[in-house]
Nanobody, 125 residues
Framework: QVQLVESGGGLVHEGESLRLSCEVS????????????MAWYRQVPGRQRELVATINTADRVTYGRAASDRFKISRDNARNALFLESSDLQAEDTGVYYCFFELWVVGGWTWERVWGPGTPVTVSG
């Protein structure tokens, strides 16, 4: 199955910024025909994964319960890449962030829904 690669997470202090990235892994990038919706989710221990934001091919954005006005989602269709910029991070933003792609591979017969492995973000006070 297609694999996604995430980067950009880590340990930061309150008030700092991060930029998360998610791309199709190199060995699979050549077989991607198109990517439809992309999204970021966040999960904290003991809670279900929550939607941060989705973005479609027309750059239409929907923010979810886990989002704040300090988050901005964007995508680069030429690279099949997804980004989440977060500023003035707070302790409540801590969690594991997962990217999600709905994509069609060359020769495929249906949309595939693929999750990234998750990148941890820890915001210390």
């Amino acid at each position: 199955q297609v694999q996604l690669v995430e980067s950009g997470g880590g340990l930061v202090h309150e008030g700092e910024s991060l930029r998360l990235s998610c791309e199709v892994s190199a060995e699979w990038s050549g077989i991607i025909r198109t990517v439809n919706d992309m999204a970021w989710y966040r999960q904290v221990p003991g809670r279900q994964r929550e939607l941060v934001a989705t973005i479609n091919t027309a750059d239409r954005v929907t923010y979810g319960r886990a989002a704040s006005d300090r988050f901005k989602i964007s995508r680069d269709n030429a690279r099949n890449a997804l980004f989440l910029e977060s500023s003035d991070l707070q302790a409540e933003d801590t969690g594991v962030y997962y990217c999600f792609f709905e994509l069609w591979v060359v020769g495929g017969w249906t949309w595939e829904r693929v999750w990234g492995p998750g990148t941890p973000v820890t915001v210390s006070g």
